[in-house]
């Protein structure tokens, strides 16, 4: 089994910034495709950005459409961790936020493709 541990939500005005950082105690995230996912309360999980690479391209990455533009994914693989760096925040971001991993496959924007998930981290956007 496969931990992954959030770190990085708080509470943040409208139009401020936060990133979220995502790491595996343990583990080497590897070339495992890896994503960003949220909850709103009282809604269901909806995809936020995945994000796969392989030792020899450059990372491939996919947003969803209310965040394209102003969030951004990335891995650092020397210090084995997924941030997600989100921008131009709006009340309508603040939602739970967790990060997933796959064990093979592609990256995917279907949460059940995603193997494993770390217990998530609040964000919370004031107006």
């Known amino acids: 089994q496969v931990q992954l541990v959030e770190s990085g939500g708080a509470l943040v005005q409208a139009g401020g910034s936060l990133r979220l950082s995502c790491t595996a105690p343990?583990?080497?995230?590897?070339?495992?495709?890896m994503g960003w996912f949220r909850q709103a309360s009282g809604k269901d999980r909806e995809f936020v950005a995945a994000?796969?690479?392989?030792?020899?391209?450059?990372?491939?990455?996919i947003y969803a459409a209310p965040v394209e533009g102003r969030f951004t994914i990335s891995k650092d693989k020397d210090e084995n961790t997924l941030y997600l760096v989100m921008n131009s925040l709006k009340p309508e971001d603040t939602a739970v936020y967790f990060c997933?991993?796959?064990?093979?496959?592609?990256?995917?924007?279907?949460?059940?493709?995603?193997?494993?998930w770390g217990q998530g981290t609040q964000v919370t956007v004031s107006v």
């Open positions: 997933a991993a796959r064990r093979y496959g592609d990256m995917s924007t279907d949460w059940t493709d995603y193997h494993y």
């Open positions: 994000i796969t690479w392989s030792h020899y391209t450059e990372p491939n990455s």
């Open positions: 343990g583990r080497t995230l590897s070339t495992w495709p």
